[in-house]
């Protein structure tokens, strides 16, 4: 089955630096757009950046300027550098992928899949 392994979440200070990593595993045929979502506590989920196959980037305007997407098609990995930290960056990110995954010989399937997600947490 494919799987969304998220890691690199943990507890820094205001003005900090961490990086996320995704890895994306299973019968993968091809990856789409992959992202970044996190959502804090009592808050909707949201946006943060996202990475095309081609590697066009938007990202949350909360976030221009100190976060960074890229992506690894080699390793089926897409990441999240995050500077400066702020304490409103707190939440759960999410990794989401868009894949093409095999069903069977000559069957695909397109399907949004989700990380089990990783918790980050700045303090002030």
């Known amino acids: 089955q494919v799987q969304l392994v998220e890691s690199g979440g943990g507890l820094v200070q205001a003005g900090g630096s961490l990086r996320l990593s995704c890895a994306a595993s299973g019968s993968i045929f091809s990856i789409n757009a992959m992202g970044w979502y996190r959502q804090a506590p009592g808050k909707q989920r949201e946006l943060v950046a996202a990475?095309?196959?081609?590697?066009?980037?938007k990202y949350a305007d909360s976030v221009k300027g100190r976060f960074t997407i890229s992506r690894d098609d080699t390793k089926n990995t897409v990441y999240l550098q995050m500077n400066s930290l702020k304490p409103q960056d707190t939440a759960v990110y999410f990794c989401?992928?868009?894949?093409?995954?095999?069903?069977?010989?000559?069957?695909?399937?397109?399907?949004?899949?989700w990380g089990q997600g990783t918790q980050v947490t700045v303090s002030s």
């Open positions: 990475i095309t196959s081609g590697g066009s980037t």
């Open positions: 989401n992928a868009d894949l093409l995954v095999v069903v069977a010989t000559t069957e695909f399937a397109r399907g949004d899949y």
